[in-house]
């Protein structure tokens, strides 16, 4: 039984989507607008199209304008600002990796995979 959970949430972590500890079915999370444009223009660093698009779809589907969220886990690092969990490809992974073991942050080492290679 352990293993189909594993699995199923592997899966959804492959695809890009979270929904956060306070949200049920049909629940979307209140951000900031500010908050909403950064979750939305970091999809742009998503390693292919079809990535991007999915990144999109689920901040649509998970986060909606209202008050600003003070738990939504926004960092910036090298000019990259990005909010909430990052999915990032097996290559990001290790350059994360990569990165950690060379002395950097994972917070920083995280952003800048994600974004910059």
């Known amino acids: 039984m352990k293993k ?24 979307q999370r209140e951000v900031s607008r500010e908050q909403y444009q950064i979750l939305l223009s970091q999809c742009r660093y998503a390693d292919a199209p079809s990535a991007r698009a999915r990144c999109r779809a689920s901040v649509r589907q998970n986060y909606r304008i209202g008050r600003a969220d003070p738990a939504l886990d926004c960092r910036t690092y090298s000019g990259v600002t990005v909010c909430g969990a990052l999915t990032l490809s097996a290559s990001e992974r290790a350059c994360v990796r990569h990165s950690v073991a060379a002395g950097l942050s994972f917070r920083r080492a995280e952003v800048e995979c994600y974004a910059l290679s």
Do not use: E, H, N
């Open 4 to 27: 189909i959970i594993a699995a199923g949430l592997g899966t959804v972590a492959a695809l890009g989507l979270f929904v956060g500890p306070a949200q049920g079915a049909g629940s």
